[in-house]
């Protein structure tokens, strides 16, 4: 049995919904990230910024967390 947390750091309803559809644990964590595009931000540059503003957010909260590359990055 898999005894990681899951931490949703996003307050998207739609996507607790889809978690709960999986029947997976899970928490959610509101990080309070701008996510405004940065101007001539490519969409992917901006996911995978905000993935890691997200995650940076949250990590203090969750430190069993932290470990995911994305809280650790720069």
Do not use: C, H, W
Request: charged residues 20%.
């Amino acid at each position: 049995m898999n005894s990681q947390l899951l931490v949703l750091a996003s307050t998207s309803i739609y996507r607790s919904e889809l978690l709960k559809r999986l029947q997976l644990p899970f928490e959610t964590a509101a990080p309070g990230v701008d996510e405004t595009p940065l101007p001539d931000e490519s969409a992917r540059a901006t996911s995978v910024r905000l993935a890691q503003l997200k995650a940076r957010a949250i990590a203090a909260a969750y430190p069993e967390v932290a470990r995911y590359p994305y809280a650790a990055s720069k």
